[in-house]
């Protein structure tokens, strides 16, 4: 077994060993408050809170380079430009065909939406999606007005059902929701702006309490402040381990994933050009 592959394959294990060696190190210090003002708490807390982001952005950007050189990844980026070459002489026909599947996809959830409520699609919208409108019906009946104005909610969001276009550029780039199926999911630059505010929020946290807190010596041991800077570093370097591994594993699965939609709305668009093409 490669170096590489031993180390994602226990990196868990890995990172669990160098925590709980870090705390067994600081059951040789006893935990104290660290007698500064404010100012330097928030200084501190800072140039901590600096280095761990710093140690997460490179570890996070090593994942993701780690995910684009995967086989796996290179290969289904290697079809996807197989498919979008194979239709190319019929680009122009590409965004005409998008419209109609965008078409037929918002009418699939609305009749879902409508359905739930045993509402018929064609009783309250048109040939063209336009909306009927809905009507409260004129009773008494406490139970049946409670039912129809929940199909007049059901109406209202059938009616302002907004989903994802399908298009010429999305699909032919390589850069799902299930009521949205053209929703392809987060890109790369979506995925670390998500990451990222987790990421600040974990740091921030851990540099307060590294800020705050400090050690004193139980004995005379003098690396007692470098034992509790220690344990600090390897928190930021285990998160970021774990952020480097959820980074690979969002290129290798999610965006590998999207990228293969495209390719099968792509051989969906050839084969439908292709029965054309027979049929005239």
Not at 19 to 47: D, N, P, Y
Not at 142 to 151: D, G, I, N, S, T
Not at 172 to 183: N, Q, R
Request: with cysteine; charged share 25%.
């Amino acid at each position: 077994m490669k170096k590489k592959d031993f180390f994602v394959k226990f990196s868990g294990y890995i990172s669990v060993m160098f925590v709980a060696g870090a705390f067994v190190l600081v059951g040789l210090l006893t935990i104290s408050k660290t007698g500064r003002t404010v100012r330097e708490i928030i200084i501190e807390s800072a140039l901590g809170f600096i280095v761990g982001i710093l140690i997460d952005s490179i570890l996070g950007m090593q994942g993701i380079n780690n995910g684009k050189r995967n086989e796996l990844f290179l290969n289904t980026k290697s079809v996807h430009g197989e498919a979008v070459e194979a239709i190319s002489p019929h680009i122009h026909l590409l965004d005409g065909w998008c419209r109609s599947k965008n078409e037929e996809a918002l009418k699939l959830q609305r009749t879902k939406i409508l359905a739930a409520m045993e509402m018929k699609y064609d009783d309250y919208f048109d040939s063209d999606g336009q909306g009927k409108g809905y009507t409260l019906p004129d009773t008494q009946s406490k139970q049946e007005l409670k039912k129809a104005r929940r199909k007049a909610r059901a109406y209202k969001k059938a009616l302002m059902l907004r989903l994802t276009p399908l298009s010429a550029s999305t699909l032919t780039s390589d850069s799902v929701h299930p009521d949205d199926p053209f929703y392809f999911g987060d890109s790369e630059a979506g995925y670390e702006r998500k990451a990222l505010a987790s990421d600040v929020f974990k740091k921030l946290l851990t540099a307060l309490i590294f800020g705050y807190y400090t050690v004193d010596q139980l004995v005379n041991f003098s690396p007692a402040a470098l034992l509790w800077r220690l344990l600090q570093v390897t928190i930021y370097i285990v998160t970021g381990v774990m952020k480097m591994l959820s980074a690979q594993g969002f290129i290798i699965g999610n965006y590998r994933g999207q990228i293969i939609q495209k390719v099968n709305y792509l051989q969906m668009f050839k084969n439908h050009v292709e029965r054309g093409e027979k049929n005239g």
